[in-house]
């Protein structure tokens, strides 16, 4: 019903900078949440940030804080995580997600979020 797609992952060197956007399409609701997880080697998926449907509150996982700013496009079902100050740990396969609510996005179990993505690859490495 709702097709979330993926784009901007790569390498990057530590200390580098990367943008991943992604666009939902479909029958989407006007008022649907969006936001990022992210999916370690050998773990399980978690959260990063979520941004409701109008922009207007975001919130994002301790680790990420002052690092990563997540946006929403002005009347368009896309998000923008603009990832600063990168890592070698934020190496993961990283992965959109939409839901109804944008507190099952930050503090729900993740089984319970309505649409995911199929991921993308950050490699943080030099």
């Known amino acids: 019903q709702v097709k979330l797609v993926e784009t901007g992952g790569g390498l990057v060197q530590p200390g580098g900078s990367l943008t991943l956007s992604c666009a939902a399409s479909?029958?989407?609701?006007?008022?649907?949440?969006m936001g990022w997880f992210r999916q370690f080697p050998g773990k399980e998926r978690t959260f990063v940030a979520a941004?409701?449907?109008?922009?207007?509150?975001?919130y994002y996982t301790d680790s990420v804080k002052g690092r990563f700013t997540l946006s929403r496009d002005k009347g368009e079902d896309t998000i923008h995580l603009k990832m600063n100050s990168l890592k070698p740990e934020d190496t993961a396969v990283y992965y959109c997600?939409?839901?109804?609510?944008?507190?099952?996005?930050?503090?729900?179990?993740?089984?319970?979020?309505?649409?995911w993505g199929q991921g993308t690859q950050v490699t943080v490495s030099s």
């Open positions: 941004i409701n449907w109008s922009g207007d509150y975001t």
């Open positions: 479909g029958r989407t609701d006007s008022t649907i949440a």
């Open positions: 997600a939409a839901d109804r609510h944008l507190g099952t996005l930050y503090a729900d179990p993740i089984t319970d979020v309505d649409y």
